[in-house]
């Protein structure tokens, strides 16, 4: 198939697929679960047409059974004597509630039974019927119409026994011959023939009006069915939609609020009393929502912060600039210039940390995690702070006891800055000559990693506030600005974005010193 065909082809269908989005977005859930629902009635309102063939199978039975009482009564009256024939006859008509009439071989009208005076067979005028037939007559034309059920022809009175198919055909058949007429009030009408043997013919008449009030009584038992439960699905339904819609209504109100800008006074319901998929929702979207302040708070009191701590520097900065156009002796000049250089270098060191503070969650969500071997980084990075040469003679040493077990999930270039913020810290803060013990142990599937200094240690109030952004504790001796005060804080968004945890603690084997643990998942072998 040429490309163009296959592009074109995907086209449609993605055009369909919207269409279709498109509709059913027009129309609110509650309308679609009562549609669902109907739709399912009207199957079982599809009853109403079944009964035409029911009436049918009743119809069938009925003209069978008329084929055999013509053909019993023909007999019995073939066998009775000629001056009891008309009491049989009238007897015969009483007990099967028929009428019965006797033809000539020519065809005449011989004996009659409603001439007798016997008045068993009456048809009822229409239009002499009250409402509710009517209506019973209206339904059964229009479920005839719709089935598009035969019509059967309209009976009429006829005298000569020629006009009757009935007896016209007994008198070449052995069989019964029965034929279905439709009378005025749209009750089926049976006729039936049977020979006498000397060319005479007896026909049976009845109005099966029996058959017509048991389609229309079954109809009427259907229809009450139908409507109660019709009623009860409509109820069910709008409850259902009732318990579905308007918590998703009080929801979408509230996301819309937050839309708004208003996060900080919308109260986003969390439903605890469903344990259902809706409740589930409602909390998930009001975790959100406080996720979301959090993070809003985060970003104002991070933009605060970023406000106060860079002017300092530039102040510092246009004091000096404004000191060299007045200051004339060159060595006075050469101090602010050096100052100059010193508040640019911070400026730009603040900034970098800045940029990498602000990106760093963005940067973890996205990151592709492999296995990483944190016992041979950490053994690298050593060497490399060692062949640079590490100030005022401070050591680093390493002991391994992971017994083997190394690798976790994560990203290498983002462990190794947790690491290298960490041996900054350490070695700002130990004295001359110290020692930096590096340990490495497994517990519980978790890699633990300390860095311990033998500095004047975190008290124990400062010891959550040096995670934050702009803490920073520093020793006495050491240069102002040196530091962002980020250094912990990104070293803490690393471990986290790692599933892991950071936290420092005092050392028990020596009266000072900081202890910073790291713990990272290990990776599944």
Known sequence: MAPATVSRRNEAEGEGRDLALRWSGRISLTARILALNIFALALLAGGFFYLDSYRVRILDNRTAQASREARLIGAAIATAPPEQRNALTVKLARDTGTRIRLFAPDGTQIVDTRSMGLRNFVLIDPDKQGWGLQVARFLDAMIDTVVNAPRAPLYRERKAGAEWPDVRTARTTPTAPATVWRAPDRTPVITAAAGLGDGEVVMTTVNAREVTQTVRLERLRLGIVLAIVTLVSIFLSRFLARTIVRPLRRLARAAVRVRLGRAREVVVPRLPSRRDEIGSLARAVSDMSQAVRARIDATEAFAADVTHEMKNPLASLRSAVEGLTHVKDPALQERLLAIVRDDVHRLDRLITDISEASRLDAQLSRAKFEPVDVLAMLVALIEQRGARGIERGIRIRFDDRARGQR??????????????????????????????????????????????????????????????????????????????????AIARTIVEGHQGSIAVESREDRLSGARFIVRLPLAPS
């Not at 004295?431 to 890699?447: H, S, Y």
């Open 407 to 488: 690798l976790v999930m994560g990203e290498g270039a983002r462990l190794e800055r947790v690491f290298e913020n960490l041996f900054d810290n350490a070695v700002s803060f130990s004295p001359d000559g110290g020692l930096i013990a590096v340990g490495a142990t497994a517990v519980d599937g978790e890699l633990v990693l300390r860095v311990e200094d033998e500095g004047p240690g975190v008290p124990p109030e400062a010891r959550e506030a040096v995670f934050r952004r702009f803490q920073s504790i520093r020793p006495e001796s050491e240069e102002f600005g040196k530091h962002s005060g980020l250094g912990l």
